[in-house]
């Protein structure tokens, strides 16, 4: 079994990526910067038989946005290292950053089939590729907070103070949705579009969401404030669906979004740029191993 590891940089030296790399013979890339990751992915060798990625979701994003560019019959299973600063696809999963369960994954090979987003971003269609959750609006918003400011809190708090702190200023826009067979035209604070269950750290923004189903879930939120925002806060944590009517749960394939004003938009924790927004659903374009 030939192993690859496509590695966070700031994970040279990590015990687990070291025990990995010696007990399994993976040959080992480190990410340099931002943006290094898909290249690393797309030039992977076509005799790869297992890709380990060590990192968060940002990083497994890169990866499958490089692993997207390859023809489906050459992307590899993979064996996500979850040692990020959200975890939210792992905890999905069920994995976790132990040699124990690194082990159990290997010693069976058993690979959840994994539906991808490819998103069209901004006016000139920028193509990006979604595994877990994006989101239009205040999530954008959060994202930049958590990432300049919170981030070095422990990630579930980090993310809640980059929430309420972002309260502080937020605002409702008037937000279109067209989905296959509605349009959904209303003021909004923040419209995320789910591949995944969990985002922003264990916040289960999309109770129905099954990664492989063919359908992206949306939750659509309007109107509300800081406190309400509490008052929802541990059905979140929970993941269960919120009963309010300014809360709307739908199921799409095909998805677009846009707005009277430019809204930012963030793609598995990354700010990515502004609405318009275009969203399709590739059916298990990757597989993760259990």
């Known amino acids: 079994m030939k192993m690859h590891l496509i590695s966070h940089g700031r994970l040279r030296g990590n015990v687990l990526v070291e025990r990995l790399q010696q007990e399994y013979q993976a040959s080992v890339q480190h990410t340099e910067a931002r943006g290094h ?42 064996l996500l290292l979850p040692l990020g600063s959200g975890n939210d696809t792992a905890r999905m999963l069920g994995v976790r950053a132990s040699m124990n369960d690194i082990q159990r994954r ?32 205040f999530g954008g918003d959060v994202a930049r907070r958590f990432n300049t400011t919170f981030r070095r809190l422990p990630a579930r708090i980090g993310y809640i103070a980059a929430t309420l702190h972002a309260f502080a200023s937020s605002r409702v826009h008037e937000i279109t949705i067209t989905i296959d067979d509605a349009v959904v035209t209303a003021p909004m604070l923040t419209a995320a579009i789910a591949n995944s269950k969990w985002f922003g750290s264990g916040i289960g923004i999309a109770p129905r969401a099954v990664p492989h189903d063919g359908r992206a879930d949306l939750t659509l939120i309007k109107n509300v404030g800081v406190l309400t925002y509490l008052r929802f806060l541990p059905q979140l944590i929970r993941g269960v669906e919120i009963t309010d009517t300014r809360i709307q749960y739908l199921q799409s394939t095909v998805v677009s979004v846009t707005t009277q004003t430019p809204l930012p938009i963030e793609i598995d924790g990354e700010f990515v740029g502004y609405t318009p927004l275009s969203v399709h659903v590739h059916h298990k374009a990757v597989r993760l191993l259990v």
């Open 37 to 78: 990751a898909p290249e690393l992915a797309l030039r992977l060798p076509n005799d790869v038989d297992i890709l380990c990625v060590a990192g968060g979701d940002g990083t497994l994003h890169e990866v499958v946005h490089g692993l997207m560019s390859r023809p489906e019959s050459e992307r590899p299973p993979i």
């Open 106 to 137: 290997l010693a069976s090979i058993n690979p959840l089939e994994w539906d991808v987003l490819e998103c069209s971003v901004g006016d000139d269609g920028q193509k990006r590729y979604c595994t877990n959750v994006l989101d239009v609006g």
